[in-house]
């Protein structure tokens, strides 16, 4: 295996990406004005016809889909073939609310997996690796997707899923696991576990590790690449547009290229819809350019992020999207300072801490409160009250600096935050019980 898993089309000219996409959302539009009544509704309101549709840049015609419409049509609603065609039915996780459901022909799936097959070959995956995929198997994307990945690629696949730490770090030691998938909060918990079953980094034949599913910070990255001693790449992707692989890493770590030939991938301003140019920062939004069992058109991910056309080392010439600064629904908003936990996180690795927290927030007579819970490694563990409140204090004023809000921080002892297995659930807000 070379250096790309389709070399041709992850290094096409930007002029022959471009033919491909026109051609296809010619189809594609077509194919769901005709078989998916909901969105027909849609595009007649706003008084589009399929033959206005002539090439990418007319997408902007085209109505938005949100997760309210997948909610309101669950589950057949949006489905543009008869169920006969299917053979595969995936959830979302359900991270912000109602799981929605997403269906996959033979050939979608054939896509997905090749979309994930280039993330593992672009980490250096060949045939002589042996990839070991702990993200959740079942309803969940993660799993299959990598799993199929795998396969393509020709790796020795371990179809391992999540949980079961211990038994995980044992076949991974036992049968040499070079490649490891999961989230990048479960690689931590892996990296923290390994090292009190006495293992060095060095130890384990680990190279490379495919982490997504989540937000992760830079910061979070180097932790696991010195707790695991490897590379850590992110991969991207959306249960409703296929699942990872959407988007993934090369060599260079730096954003992921979308698929492109796949997947057409737009930045809005979240509160007027209104497409923004290359640079901007705002939602990303996409349109599965050849789906055919559930094919969205212009569905708003609510992942804020910002794509850049600049040209890439490692050779490929598509789009990258930086890693997603959160869903626009993580963020907080806190005595009306906007706060993502992902600039917490950076702050607590850059002290020292280790990624276990979790911030609870609570609203006491009309007034937002703002607490952190922060794990204390074993050897800062400090049984000296002025100790662990001169901590706390430091870590209070570092917060303040990043965030412009000062939150109180709760130092707890080792080992008393759960650690994930899966997706990490940061943050507690009790605000909304009181609604
Ligand atoms: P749910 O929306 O219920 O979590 P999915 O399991 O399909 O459903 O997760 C998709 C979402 O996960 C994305 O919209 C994005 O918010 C998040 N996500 C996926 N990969 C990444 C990543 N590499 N970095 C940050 N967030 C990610
Ligand atoms: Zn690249």
């Known amino acids: 295996m070379g250096k790309y898993y389709q070399p041709e089309i992850e290094t096409a000219s930007r002029e022959e990406i471009l033919r491909i996409q026109n051609e296809k959302i010619v189809k594609q539009v077509k194919h769901v004005y005709e078989n998916v009544p909901y969105y027909r509704d849609l595009m007649d309101k706003k008084g589009v ?95 299959a997707g990598l799993h199929g990945g795998s396969h ?16 995980q770090i044992q076949f991974m030691m036992d049968l040499g696991s070079t490649i490891l998938c999961c989230t990048p ?26 982490f997504g599913a989540e937000p992760w910070t830079e910061e979070m990255r180097r932790n696991i690449e010195e707790s695991l001693g490897i590379k850590a790449y992110d991969i991207y992707g959306l249960t409703e547009i296929s699942g990872p692989g959407v988007s993934f890493e090369c060599e260079e770590q730096r954003g992921m290229h979308i698929n492109e030939d796949h997947f057409y991938a737009e ?55 930086c890693k997603p600064m959160g869903r ?49 490694k074993p050897e800062f563990f400090s049984d000296i009250v002025s100790e662990n409140l001169a901590k706390e204090k430091k870590l209070e004023s570092a917060m303040r600096t990043m965030l412009g809000i000062g939150p109180k921080i709760h130092l707890v002892p080792p080992k008393s935050i759960t650690r994930s297995e899966g997706k990490a659930v940061r943050v507690i807000d009790k605000r909304k019980l009181h609604d």
Request: with cysteine; hydrophobic share 35%.
């Open 49 to 143: 016809k399929p033959e206005d549709i002539k090439s990418v840049d007319d997408i902007k015609k085209l109505p938005f889909l949100s997760k309210a419409d997948l909610r309101e049509a669950y589950p057949y609603g949006l489905l543009a073939t008869d169920l006969k065609n299917c053979v595969r039915i995936q959830s979302t996780s359900g991270t912000t609310g109602k799981r929605v459901v997403a269906f996959y022909t033979q050939n979608d799936i054939d896509i997905w997996e090749e979309c994930t097959a280039r993330a593992i070959v672009a980490v250096g995956g060949t045939e002589d690796d042996v990839c070991q995929v702990c993200y959740g198997y079942g309803l969940f994307t993660g799993g």
């Open 152 to 167: 393509r690629v020709g790796c020795l696949t371990l179809p391992m899923s999540s949980g079961n730490t211990e038994r």
């Open 185 to 210: 909060s479960y690689a931590a918990y892996i990296g923290e576990t390994l090292a009190e079953m006495g293992y060095k980094p060095e130890d384990n034949k680990l190279k490379a590790g495919i």
């Open 267 to 321: 930045i809005i301003d979240p509160d007027t819809g209104e497409a923004l140019p290359e640079g901007s920062k705002g939602e990303l939004v996409f349109t599965a350019l050849d789906k055919e069992a559930f094919p969205l058109l212009r569905y708003r991910t609510r992942d804020i992020c910002v794509l850049t056309r600049e040209k890439c080392s490692c050779g490929r010439t598509h789009v990258r999207m």
């Open 328 to 376: 626009s629904d993580d963020m907080m908003i806190i005595r009306g300072v906007n706060v993502f936990p992902s600039q917490i996180e950076t702050v607590l690795l850059n002290q020292g801490y280790t990624p276990n927290y979790q911030i609870i927030i609570d609203r006491k007579n009309n007034s937002d409160t703002f607490d952190i819970n922060v794990e204390l």
